[in-house]
């Protein structure tokens, strides 16, 4: 049958490069698309940022495309109106007012897409817009798997007074009791392993002669007990189930260290969800545009279905303008096309057009030119 | 009277940097120094790795220095002997073995160094070394100013049984109960007020004619309840006492791809433990060496006393070698000089040799050179 997508455009820059990915579909295939509001667009539609029906109908979906999220400033997030997140509203949280991110979140544990993959690759055309020397940025070709539903985003989080057992730290000093909150951290084995599985299986696909299938995990094993478990259990998987592949563990630090120093030195990293938030965040610096990622959100790597976004924010500054880089957002729509809707054949076309438009010189302004989304969305499609 | 010193030399090349420290105070003037053991070396010598007769030697001295502290492989760290670090134990943690790393995180905390300082600025000499464009890494000089005694480090911790409250995610599926952990960030309105104010202090300090007091607060306000609290008070600190310093919020994964696209655009950088290990980190790519850092722990800018280490790591594999890179360690002798001990013009000093010895070219194998550990503390103390 022919494919349901549901799109999210979202806020801000989010409906421009949605209606990008919309040109591309139309170009590659026929779609049956629903369009629903996700974000400050949902505030404002039903005073959620993710109502039932959306999530609903994302839930029964072949897969769904998600634009930007975020009413706020590039970067600056948005803060004082904050309601807890997933469970416990904080007693220390002045407002219920509902923030625009949370509509992400919700649907990311609603959707149960425990594993994000974000694909990193030097992009002939834009080399030269890399933060790094050339001989550094040169060949990086690496993915971050990054645990999508648990850790410090989901944890249970609040007012200290509300935080029982013992050894709980409270204001230091002798005065007047005064505003302590917590974020809680958790992790269970099976958590740690099915996103492990993902990264190994990738690993295993994208191994090609001269070059075994390697993951690297990151963690913060000196310190968190999170992190023995995930480095534990994530040896464990590795010992059992997946001999070939070439596994180390390095430090958070460490990584984000060597992500910059040697980035050609990573194939597969895999790690949980703040870490891989900041992470992936960093590869961006890499290739010298936060623009062109593309991430696919996934219940495993085989299954099928899933939530496609491109890496960036909903950019307000630019919003409106009609200069939004929509590769990311085309990026997005090539991974589902491999991974939610099985056509790799037709992302395969997708991301080479990506590369020719780019490679051919055309180039929105946050890559130093001056093309308009719609006048970089034709040439991709031209390209096809 | 003449400063008194505690020198924790620790495991790997510590012994061999703090024999460069020792080096440098000689020429500097006259110290009382005294030598205790702190992690691996310290469970060697006491069972624990932090001993109490330690702390208190270090509680009493008008300040510590600090080799490095760490038995396993560089980047690495220890896992599966951990039992929780401050705080509960985890059921789910098989051993109590003691984990060298405790021994540094319990001296920060025993001696309530809050403020840890970590200066990065170009260095003549090494320029080339960076792993950033030339136009990027030229005239970089930021310091990033790190929570050390709170947050996630230091938070209840273990076995989700032990963890009460509703809203607590268990293992999914049907099958046998397995392994669940937890780590807790906790912060408190006024250990975030302290370390602000050490923040826009310094930024105070280190303006210029033409460069006005500037600090960048990074946090993951849209998504983490301390990070919305430490905003919060890091704004109304700022509002409230220091009108005169520019003051920007960041979320951590824009802060973590800036560094490298863009350090230049900062000057202090504010942020809460776990974010601070991670991209003060990543700052070394900036330089091209972790060997070079330096860093200061303290009890607010005008204290005194405190804790002076290098960034870097006890390197295991070069250790013994004699190759050791004493930089790091040197210019946390100047900083000593300069906060601990009040001795500004001996820092100016210190820092001026540390350049001209590397301007002249000599270098340890870690900065492309074949310069022994002892030759560059000798080129060193030469140009003082
Ligand atoms: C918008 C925000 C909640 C989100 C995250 O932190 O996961 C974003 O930064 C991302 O990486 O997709
Ligand atoms: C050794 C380790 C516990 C420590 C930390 O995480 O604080 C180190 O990485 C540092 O940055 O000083």
Same mark, same amino acid.
């Given at each position: 049958g022919v494919p349901r997508?549901?799109?999210l455009p979202g806020d801000g820059i989010g409906p421009e490069v949605m209606a990008a990915a919309t040109e591309v579909l139309a170009a590659v295939g026929t779609f049956d698309l629903a369009e629903h509001p996700i974000g400050a667009d949902a505030i404002r539609a039903y005073g959620v940022p993710l109502a039932d029906r959306t999530l609903a109908a994302c839930a029964e979906a072949d897969a769904v495309l998600?634009?930007?999220v975020g009413a706020g400033a590039v970067g600056a997030g948005a803060v004082g109106a904050g309601a807890g997140a997933a469970g416990s509203a904080g007693a220390g949280a002045p407002h219920d007012a509902p923030r625009p991110e949370q509509g992400v979140l919700d649907l990311r544990s609603g959707l149960g897409v425990y594993a994000n993959l974000r694909p990193v690759r030097t992009m002939p055309g834009i080399t030269h817009l890399s933060a790094l020397r050339t001989d550094r940025a040169a060949d990086v070709d690496l993915v971050v798997v990054r645990e999508l539903t648990g850790g410090i985003y989901y944890g249970p989080r609040g007012d200290v007074r509300d935080m029982p057992g013992e050894g709980v730290p409270r204001p230091a000093g002798d005065g007047p009791a005064r505003r302590a909150v917590f974020d809680t951290c958790v992790y269970s084995?099976?958590?740690?392993?099915?996103?492990?599985?993902?990264?190994?299986?990738?690993?295993?696909?994208?191994?090609r002669p001269g070059r075994p299938p390697r993951v690297t995990s990151v963690d913060k094993a000196n310190v968190l007990t999170t992190s023995r478990l995930w480095r534990e259990v994530v040896q464990e998987?590795?010992?059992?189930?997946?001999?070939?592949?070439?596994?180390?563990?390095?430090?958070?630090?460490?990584?984000a260290m060597l992500l910059v120093t040697d980035p050609g030195r990573f194939d597969v990293i895999l790690t949980? $969800?703040?870490? +891989?938030? &900041? @992470? #992936?965040?960093?590869?961006?610096?890499?290739?010298?545009?936060?623009?062109?990622?593309?991430?696919?959100?996934?219940?495993?790597l085989g299954a099928g279905g899933g939530l496609f976004e491109p890496v960036h924010g909903?950019?307000?500054?630019?919003?409106?303008?009609?200069?939004? $880089?929509?590769? +990311?957002? &085309? @990026? #997005?729509?090539?991974?589902?096309?491999?991974f939610g809707l099985r056509m790799a054949e037709v992302a395969n076309a997708v991301e080479a057009a990506v590369q020719n438009a780019l490679a051919a010189g055309t180039r929105t302004p946050d890559l130093g030119g001056d093309a308009t989304t719609t006048q970089m969305t034709n040439a991709i499609v031209k390209s096809l």
């Open positions: 997508i549901v799109l998600l634009g930007a084995a099976d958590e740690i392993e099915r996103v492990a599985r993902t990264a190994f299986e990738l690993a295993r696909e994208r191994a998987v590795a010992d059992r189930d997946f001999g070939d592949v070439v596994l180390d563990h390095l430090l958070v630090d460490t990584a949980e $969800n703040m870490f +891989g938030d &900041i @992470l #992936s965040d960093e590869t961006a610096a890499i290739i010298g545009s936060l623009g062109c990622l593309a991430s696919a959100s996934l219940t495993g909903s950019a307000p500054d630019i919003a409106g303008k009609g200069v939004a $880089n929509p590769v +990311g957002m &085309i @990026l #997005s729509v090539a991974l589902m096309l491999r």
